[in-house]
C-alpha cells in the first residue's frame, strides 16, 4: 500500500487521488447542504412549539433504516430512463445521502432546541420578544452544541454512504475500492479505506473548530 501511495502516476489526472477527493467533497456537500435545507427546519420547529415530536422521531428511525446501497440500485433504474447523462447517477445517489444525513439533523436540531433553560426562554418572553425572536436570539444560540453534533454525524454519514455509491458509478474514493476490487488490487482497495477515513477524520476536525469559534464559550463551560 504504502508503494501504491508513492506511485506520483495515482495522484494526478482525471482518475488520481486528488480529482477523486475533489469529487467526493462535491458530492458530499452538495448532499450535507440539502439535508441542512429539509433537517434543520423541522428540528427547529418541532423543538420550538413541542408539536410533531412522535411524527420527527418516527421519521427519523425510518430513514435510518434504509437500506442504503439497494435503495441507490432502485433509484438508478428509475432514474436511468430519465436521464440521458451521468445525472442518473448522481441524482440518485444524492438523494440517497440526503435521506440519510436528515435524521442527525434533525434529530440534533430538535434535542437542542427542546433542551434549553426553560428560564431564559420565559426571560426573552417577559422582555417582550416576539416567538420567532425566541427561537434565534435564545433557543438557537443555546442549541448550536447538538446542531454541531448532529451535523457531524451527518457528515461522517454522507462521507463513508458516497463510498458506497460508487458501486452506481459515481465518482469519488469509492471508485478505488470499487475498480480496485474488480481488477483485484487489493493494494488500491486498502489506500481507498484509508483515503476515506483520513477525509472523514478531516472534515470532522473541521467541523469541530468551527463548533468551538461558534458557540458561546460558557455553552461550552469553556474560560
Not at 182 to 204: C, E, K, P, S
Request: hydrophobic letters at 55%; one cysteine or more; glycine letters at 10%.
Amino acid at each position: 500500500m504504502i508503494a501504491w501511495f508513492s506511485d506520483p502516476t495515482h495522484w494526478t489526472g482525471s482518475d488520481g487521488v486528488f480529482a477523486l477527493v475533489i469529487q467526493h467533497l462535491i458530492y458530499s456537500g452538495v448532499a450535507l447542504f440539502f439535508a441542512c435545507l429539509i433537517g434543520l427546519p423541522i428540528g427547529l420547529y418541532v423543538g420550538h412549539t413541542g408539536r410533531g415530536v412522535v411524527l420527527i422521531a418516527g421519521l427519523a428511525n425510518a430513514l435510518r433504516s434504509l437500506p442504503s446501497l439497494g435503495l441507490i440500485v432502485l433509484l438508478v433504474i428509475l432514474f436511468g430512463p430519465v436521464f440521458a447523462s451521468d445525472m442518473a447517477f448522481i441524482v440518485p445517489s444524492i438523494i440517497v445521502l440526503v435521506l440519510l444525513a436528515v435524521p442527525p439533523i434533525m434529530s440534533g436540531t430538535y434535542a437542542g432546541v427542546a433542551a434549553v433553560d426553560p428560564a431564559a426562554v420565559d426571560a426573552a418572553r417577559g422582555m417582550g420578544k416576539r416567538p420567532l425572536d425566541i427561537l434565534f436570539d435564545v433557543e438557537l444560540p443555546c442549541a448550536l452544541p447538538l446542531i454541531f453534533s448532529g451535523l457531524r454525524s451527518a457528515t461522517l454519514q454522507i462521507i463513508s454512504t458516497a463510498t458506497i455509491a460508487a458501486y452506481v458509478s459515481l465518482g469519488g474514493l469509492g471508485r478505488l475500492i470499487i475498480d480496485g476490487r474488480a481488477q483485484n488490487d487489493y493494494y488500491q482497495m486498502a489506500a481507498g479505506a484509508v483515503l476515506v477515513g483520513a477525509l472523514a477524520l478531516l472534515v470532522d476536525l473541521a467541523i469541530g473548530i468551527l463548533s468551538r469559534l461558534t458557540v458561546s464559550p460558557g455553552l461550552t463551560r469553556r474560560l
